[in-house]
């Protein structure tokens, strides 16, 4: 986990809570449970017809070695084809990662830092060629190139010579750490044991790149199709998208994506009002619309309560992610431990809850791991402060720390309209806070203002809110980057803002980092999370929820704890 990876994903939920929430306390409908086509538009999903997408972001990068999260995301996933993949179900059993061009989830080595992976039979490109080993090799070493950046870092981490490599354009021999003894076979050699490899061979990285059609930055104009449709427009550098079937693609070899639809039409560039205000009304081709980036706003959510039908075409999903206060114990008074938990203590999480939008698009929360069995939830809560805080117990709690007539600190916060680390959440805490006697100063800070403030060691306040989602839904890119002491950057983004570097924590993250039994290793987690709990370096308040409607034709709505979101390789609009 490096910054700039976590800053995307990061970023990308909070955009997600940005129009999901504010305002509309405890109003959501009931959810909406799919899967097996009986959610969404009533009859079984046919092949056929014309999906429209309604998004308010362009698709800017389609190049594979440039994309972020597991199959780039929702469109790109149709066209990008991956060594595993996103398990596509509902809830939690989406959390699950599973085989897509391998056969099956990898083999370690007894350390876990040889995996070996063979390719099933009859994988083609949209053009007909066979899909080969040395294409996965290839469309791996071009994501280290500087021309190709964005992508996510840990291949660079994790491969042997991974750090120093520049790329197939300035280094043709390319990469030792992976070998392709046959046209079915690709075996990776990592630094050190890595037990969720499976997990990294999601990311569009190992998407399959042959070098004869590789065109460098060109080529994500048209990048060869792997997946079960293909490019065939490419508008406004990604604004307006038209993929059609890839006739090559094996629904024989792809156990996940449905490929419902016989086009794909995307329009982006659109206001999120507007977007959600057509797929409402629902009239010619937005029936059959659905949106992958724009949640229902306070406003819009309040409609559905009040009509049946909007709330059958509402999904609602739960992306591993949760808001915390952020403590820096190198600024007083946040060195002493006993004003950290007074201030745990003194949190009243229903007031912050109705400030990020209420119960239907904010859920408590005490741990810092999402509450999903993917991330190794384990419960706890250190500090009960109730549902509205219990501010006697921080008042002798501060007594004990010198304080016995309260004190004054101040919370840095954001300015953005995400209502996460938003206006309205420092509010609610400089509230419940006065109760026990602290008086809370606020310091709003424009976006890129406060990134570089809060995330920077020099410049890190002791008292501010942040928010994590991992890059997959464990607990190792959930937990490691705010808590590992090595992952501490003296200069640039860094997300461990209590910056503790325990050597007893980072044995423990490095001994869970060997275990190539996901279901050990989660326990690990959770049990870690609800050690390092104790010392109130972070509070948790809550997790978000998503809620997206989409048009009255869609069928097989799926929503998975992966992504949180509707999983557009399953729609059906026929």
Not at 203 to 214: F, L, R
Not at 344 to 362: E, F, H, I
Not at 425 to 434: M, N, R
Request: charged share 25%; proline share 6%.
């Amino acid at each position: 986990m490096r910054q700039p990876s976590v800053i995307s994903r990061r970023v990308a939920a909070a955009t997600a809570v940005l129009v999901v929430a504010a305002g509309a306390a405890a109003c959501g409908p009931k959810d909406n449970k799919g899967g097996d086509g009986s959610s969404g538009a009533a009859g079984k999903p046919e092949k056929g017809g014309t999906l429209t997408v309604l998004n308010s972001k362009p698709q800017e990068d389609f190049d594979p070695a440039r994309l972020y999260t597991s199959g780039g995301g929702n469109i790109p996933s149709l066209v990008f084809r991956t060594l595993t993949t996103r398990n596509r179900e509902d809830g939690a059993a989406g959390a699950k990662v599973v085989p897509d061009l391998a056969t099956d989830l990898g083999t370690p080595s007894k350390n876990a830092t040889v995996w070996t992976y063979t390719l099933k039979d009859d994988l083609k490109y949209e053009d007909g060629t066979a899909i080969t080993s040395a294409d996965i090799k290839y469309g791996i070493e071009r994501s280290f190139a500087a021309e190709l950046s964005g992508g996510a870092p840990y291949l660079r981490d994790w491969l042997i010579g991974g750090a120093d490599y520049q790329g197939p354009y300035k280094d043709k021999k390319g990469l030792d750490s992976i070998e392709t003894p046959d046209a079915k076979t690709i075996v990776f050699h990592l630094n050190k044991p890595e037990g969720e490899f499976p997990f990294l061979a999601t990311q569009t990285q190992t998407t399959p790149v042959p070098e004869a059609k590789d065109k460098g930055t060109k080529y994500e104009v048209h990048p060869l199709s792997s997946g079960p449709y293909k490019v065939v427009k490419n508008e406004g550098d990604g604004e307006r998208l038209t993929l059609e079937r890839n006739p090559h693609w094996s629904e024989a070899t792809d156990e996940e994506r449905k490929a419902y639809p016989d086009r794909i039409d995307v329009r982006s560039g659109l206001d999120s009002a507007v977007i959600n205000q057509r797929l409402s009304a629902s009239q010619g081709a937005d029936a059959a619309a659905v949106t992958t980036d724009t949640n229902l706003g306070p406003a819009e959510l309040a409609k559905v309560t009040g009509d049946k039908k909007l709330a059958a075409r509402v999904g609602t999903g739960h992306f591993g992610y949760t808001n915390y206060i952020a403590f820096n114990p190198k600024v007083k008074p946040f060195d002493n431990p006993k004003v950290r938990q007074a201030i745990s203590y003194a949190v009243d999480r229903s007031s912050v809850v109705n400030a990020a939008g209420g119960s239907s698009l904010a859920e408590p929360a005490t741990t810092f791991l999402p509450d999903q069995a993917a991330f190794g939830y384990t419960p706890y809560d250190h500090f009960p402060a109730g549902k509205t805080g219990n501010a006697a117990k921080a008042k002798e709690l501060l007594k004990g720390a010198g304080y016995p007539k309260g004190l004054t600190v101040t919370l840095t916060h954001s300015n953005d309209k995400d209502f996460a680390t938003s206006p309205e959440i420092a509010t609610a805490l400089q509230e419940a806070l006065k109760k026990a006697g602290i008086t809370v100063k606020l310091q709003g800070l424009e976006s890129n203002d406060y990134s570089d403030t809060v995330y920077n060691v020099k410049s890190e306040p002791g008292f501010f809110l942040g928010g994590w989602g991992a890059d997959w839904p464990s607990g190792g890119p959930f937990f490691a980057p705010i808590f590992d002491g090595r992952q501490i950057v003296k200069s640039g983004y860094n997300f461990n803002s209590g910056q503790l570097n325990d050597p007893a924590v980072n044995k423990e993250i490095d001994e869970i980092n060997k275990l190539t039994d996901l279901g050990a290793a989660a326990k690990r987690w959770g049990a870690l999370d609800k050690k390092v709990g104790e010392q109130a370096l972070t509070v948790p308040l809550f997790h978000p929820v998503y809620k997206r409607l989409y048009g009255e034709s869609v069928k097989n709505v799926v929503i998975s704890d992966w992504t949180g979101v509707l999983d557009i390789s399953q729609v059906a609009v026929k």
